[in-house]
């Protein structure tokens, strides 16, 4: 991705007229904020180019451990009180919480995730400048870099001493991308913070200055597993062999598409599918082998997905119509689908539209444009989503980039300052406000 001259002057020339205007809008003590944000910039980047360095694929347990030691020295430093919550028990590496305490004003949960989704064996490891201002950076965007808008957030309220008689926490889980199973055991840290918060922040990736995320869909998981009759290719169709175990799960495919889909909100994925004579897959690491023969009617085929949806109706009423799909088999075959629960829905309350107020006016007197709600449809399932039945609720305030969870992952150098700068202005003013 090749950034052109022109764009580079209209960033430019967007943050300079923002910088002319911000200061007749901003108390003495938050323009101080700005510069301290503005002196640890270039520490930031530097900071953001160790931990997207350091591989830390969700099963990468010693990784994700490792991104989480250098954070929670960080936090250390400026002041905060960690924890490592270990998560070996659900095969995932663990979570690292930051905290400092006290009872002025609102209480502030921020979210964010160690893992990212490239694994050890993954060929994308390395930050790499594409230009001056735009990195290849394997989780940089998703979610690094919000992290690191976090840290240096909290770094600018801590070096001015206004940080003392608030409760900050913040929660960096290890297994975002996929989460360790059972979820009362994987979320249950994340969960309890929420009750002892007002609001919550997620960091994962701004779609831009002027949007933020006020609802997020909900993430459920699918398979289906077909048996079919393994006989001779030459008499399949016939009563006595049926039609096989791939004709089966080919046709409860197509009647999802069919007859689920439509839905505002709703989608479903199948992401992986496998079928054959023999076939075996593994749950975690979503990998499988098969063996067949084209003379041989396939015995066995297992597809396994993933749903999203905007709330607990929605999700149970494409549930139903699945299952009633998967249970009319063809001749000779039988079907099971289940369904494990991953991530709640975030549904767009009042709560999170009032926040969503607050963070508009400080972009504004930062001389940026108003923020409004941006479409969840084109969001995926977050952490915040977990704690959204207990606190008010922000997110995609994390760096901006594209290319999320493919080889081309890219992160926007330029806007870390002013993305730091918004950040540390909110939680100063929430912090400030009773």
Known sequence: MKISNTSKITTLCFLLLASLTYAQNLTRTENKIL??????????IEFLKKVVNINSGTMNHEGVKKVGDVFGKAFEDIGFKTNWYDMSIVNRSGHLFAETNGDKGKKVLLIGHLDTVFEADSPFQEFKMINDSVAHAPGGN????????????????????????AQVIVAYTGDEESTGKPLTISRKDLIEAAKRSDVALGFEASSGFNEATIARRG???????????????SDIFSEEVGVG???????????????????????FNPGVILGGTQVTYDDAFNK???????????????????????????????RDKMRAIAANNLPLTSAKISFIDSYPAMGPTQGNKELLEVLS?????????????????????????????????????????????????????????ALTQRTAILIYRLINQE
Request: hydrophobic letters at 40%; a negative charge.
């Open 142 to 165: 998703d979610m690094k870099g919000g992290n690191v808008i976090m840290l240096y957030a909290l770094k600018a309220l801590a070096d001015n001493g206004l940080l003392q008689n």
């Open 288 to 318: 499988g082998n098969t063996f067949g023969k084209t003379n041989v009617v396939a015995q066995t085929a297992i597809v396994d997905g993933g749903l999203r949806f905007i709330s607990e109706a929605q999700k149970e009423s494409a």
């Open 361 to 417: 006016q400080v972009s504004v007197d930062l001389g940026h444009e108003a923020v409004v709600a941006y479409d969840p449809s084109k969001r995926g399932a977050a952490d915040v989503s977990f704690v959204a039945a207990y606190v008010d609720c922000l997110d995609g305030l994390g760096t901006m980039g594209s290319g999320g969870h493919t080889p081309q992952e890219t992160v926007n150098l330029n806007t870390i300052e």
């Open 35 to 44: 510069k301290t944000v503005t002196a640890n910039n270039s520490e930031a």
């Open 245 to 267: 175990a791939i004709f089966e799960l080919s046709r409860i495919i197509n009647e999802f598409y069919n007859d689920v889909k439509g839905e505002e909100y709703l989608t």
């Open 219 to 233: 993430s459920s998981g699918w398979k289906v597993e077909v048996t079919g009759k393994r006989a001779h290719s």
